[in-house]
């Protein structure tokens, strides 16, 4: 195995170097620096010694990014415990599920979920902790109790005179294959797995993104958090990456409407973006393409001399809207629609898209965006393997399977699916289907177990359909789903837009019915859909932005 340094180190090594300098910020609130973090991290130890946590306790985590948070998941590895991050958006039974089948000893919330779990459905909990100040919400032991109430004495104790660099030392010393975090998937039926990551999978996607990202951005410059900080997307690539190069980083601590991420990028001007494909659809189907689809941009645009000129204001324009002083925006969790790719591909503008899975913590392809082939999730990360299990890869769609650094320890107390995943020869079966060209890029083809099986026996990936039909009049979102023999397409349409244009029920069924009869005129015969059906409300969907196909089929 390729030599690991420890990670908790290089956590050490930032906040020393990186002392006076801007490190967390609550958008529109409060602000800390590496030292304020390093304040906030040592009195977590001392309240975590003074109270019985020992190495590889479990704590949970369950709140909205914010700094706070993201102190309190420092403070949690660098003591030699063990993560529990947990979506905010899950229900209360979920959160109390995850709390008891992690062995959670403590639980960190935020205000929200405080409200909606019910502690005695927690019995193991020894204590909750409000995250906003680190209060307690509920104690059961005497020993939490007087450790948080003695705590700010116990600081000026340790630290009589004042706290400064040469006290840190993070005396945790882990080993490469040693458990730091349990993340656990949005899942699709049922509760969710826990995914075992050790620390060097951890270091492995900081490595990665240091040989990606690390002659473009640097210490100093400025990122947003949008991706939920409990889901490993957002946790890697936007909180731990860029604090452990001394990046100022700000936590989009409300619900991401794309006015607010607007507003949010205008004001921050991040140097990297990472989204999910929803946010950077939205914001350039409403803000974009609207000005620039009219019939007098069209026309400039089939003029071959001025062609070049109308791109080159666009892509400008686009940049804009993102802040403008990005080098890349980087886009994972779900397929991008071909349609708004097609336009970010013309227009020269510098995306890419990539490839993970909470269980490779998360990356498993990546390209840059210069060099990465439209339609595709780039190639085998630094650090990883990856082949398609297929007798013809780049004909014939196979499960895409990989393997590396990045490969969690397998599913915590659940060693039947942990089997059923990680081969003896230690290849990570994905469950997603896919081909890869000549120069390794690999395309997604959906998920293995989202195939529908045609009446003779033809493999149909409704996300292929989907994202045709997602590109169609007044189509917002859909899914396409099988009743018997007959394909039907379940939509969410755009009735904003139907409103604007005074359409009644009747009109926007015959615009679906338009849309079913021109998109079955470019589908195989096996794929045709039978109907288009209209839903009322957004699908539900999970933290990183999938619809929750199995609520639909």
């Known amino acids: 195995m390729k030599s690991v340094p420890s990670f908790n180190a290089l956590i050490e090594k930032s906040i020393i170097d990186h002392w006076d300098l801007d490190a967390l910020t609550d958008y529109k609130g409060a602000t800390l620096q590496y030292h304020d973090v390093a304040r906030k991290i040592e009195k977590l130890h001392i309240m975590f010694e003074n109270s019985g946590v020992v190495k590889g306790d479990k704590i949970a985590l369950c709140g909205r990014n914010c700094a706070n948070w993201a102190a309190a998941y420092l403070a949690t590895l660098t003591y030699g415990a063990v993560a529990v991050p947990i979506l905010h958006e899950f229900t209360p039974d979920q959160v109390h599920n995850i709390v008891n089948h992690s062995d959670a000893k403590l639980l960190f919330v935020g205000d929200v979920v405080a409200k909606g779990i019910d502690p005695t459905k927690m019995p193991g909990l020894e204590g909750i902790i409000n995250i906003p100040d680190y209060s307690l919400l509920v104690s059961r032991t005497d020993k939490l109790t007087f450790a948080r109430e003695h705590l700010n004495e116990m600081f000026g104790k340790k630290f009589p005179k004042y706290f400064r660099k040469e006290h840190v030392h993070y005396y945790h010393e882990e080993s490469p294959d040693e458990l730091a975090l349990i993340n656990y998937t949005s899942g699709t039926t049922g509760f969710s797995k826990g995914v075992m990551i050790p620390y060097r999978a951890l270091w ?46 700000y936590f989009l601590n409300r619900v991401p409407s794309p006015a607010i991420i607007a507003q949010a990028f205008a004001d921050v001007k991040p140097s990297i973006i990472i989204a999910v494909p929803l946010i950077i659809e939205k914001i350039i189907k409403k803000k974009v393409l609207p000005k620039v689809q009219t019939n007098r941009m069209r026309l400039l645009q089939s003029m071959p001399v001025v062609n070049q000129m109308v791109n080159e204001k666009i892509c400008e324009q686009v940049v804009n809207a993102f802040g ?58 630094k650090n990883m393997e990856v082949i398609i299990d297929s007798p013809d890869p780049v004909n014939i769609p196979g499960e895409i399977l990989t393997r590396g650094l990045n490969v969690m320890l397998g599913y915590y107390k659940n ?102 009869q021109e998109l079955n005129q470019i589908l195989p015969a096996y794929s045709k859909l039978s109907a288009i059906k209209l839903h009322e409300e957004e699908f539900e969907k999970t933290p990183k932005k999938s619809i929750k196909r199995y609520l639909y089929t």
């Open 324 to 381: 403008g002083r990005f080098y890349e925006i980087i886009i994972g969790g779900a397929a991008l629609n071909q349609e708004v790719e097609q336009f970010l591909k013309r227009i020269k503008f510098p995306y890419t898209v990539g490839y993970g899975a909470t269980e490779c913590a998360p990356i498993i392809c990546y390209a840059p965006w210069d060099d990465f082939a439209a339609g595709s999730c780039g190639r085998a990360a």
């Open 415 to 516: 060693e039947e699916a942990t089997a059923q995943t990680i081969d003896k020869d230690g290849w990570y079966h994905t469950g997603d289907l896919g081909l890869m060209d000549a120069d390794g890029n690999v395309f997604i083809k959906g998920r293995s177990k989202n195939m529908l099986l045609g009446s003779n026996g033809q493999n149909i990936y409704p996300e292929e359909i989907e994202d045709k039909l997602n590109s169609m009049a007044l189509v917002v979102e859909s899914v396409v789903i099988q009743q018997g023999d007959k394909l039907i397409g379940l939509v969410y349409p755009d009735y904003d837009e139907a409103k604007n244009m005074n359409f009644s029920q009747e009109d926007i069924e015959n615009v679906m019915e338009q849309n079913r």
């Open 204 to 249: 492995s996607n900081y490595d990665f993104a240091g040989a990606v990202m690390g002659k473009e951005i640097k210490t100093g410059d400025t990122s947003i958090s949008i991706l939920p900080l409990a889901h490993m997307y957002g946790n890697a690539f936007e909180l731990t990456y860029e604090f452990m190069i001394g990046m100022h980083v």
